[in-house]
């Protein structure tokens, strides 16, 4: 039995020679796939098993896949979205814990957040964006 486990284990290894193995986006959507099995628990929402169902064999499929070339660069897109939604996240969490203290402005030229310290209120202010050297006008 022991001689039948480590052949499979050798077999295995030897299956995944030049396969692209597993990576961060292929973690996340596995984790997706047991969200939505969890969700299809609930009787209107059974549908979720089909949906589970087709994640894991898109992961099975990236694991598997020789094609290293087209799985980085889908790796390297998850990145890119998922940079951007915690890039948003750490905005939201900084305005909130600055909001006595500073505003943000965000440049209508290159859409980057200006961080101030709080004017008083009813006064015009001008920032210059220190990334396009637009110049920005606000009433407070
Ligand atoms: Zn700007």
């Known amino acids: 039995m022991r001689n039948f486990f480590s052949d499979l284990s050798y077999k295995f290894s030897v299956f995944m020679q030049g396969r692209y193995g597993r990576d961060e986006l292929s973690r996340t959507i596995t984790i997706a796939a047991i969200v939505c099995l969890v969700l299809s628990i609930f009787r209107p929402l059974h549908f979720f098993v089909y949906i589970a169902l087709a994640i894991l ?8 896949s020789k094609n290293r070339t087209a799985r980085e660069r889908e790796l390297e897109a998850y990145r890119k979205i998922k940079d951007t939604i915690v890039n948003k996240f750490k905005l ?3 305005m909130w814990r600055d909001r006595n203290t500073h505003i943000y402005v965000k440049c209508p030229n290159c859409r980057t957040y200006v961080r101030i310290s709080k004017p008083p209120k009813g006064k ?8 396009c050297r637009n110049t920005i006008e606000k009433n407070t």
Do not use: N, V
């Open 57 to 64: 064999i898109w992961s099975a499929y990236r694991s598997f």
């Open 92 to 94: 939201i969490k900084g």
């Open 124 to 131: 015009r202010i001008r920032i210059t964006c220190p990334k």
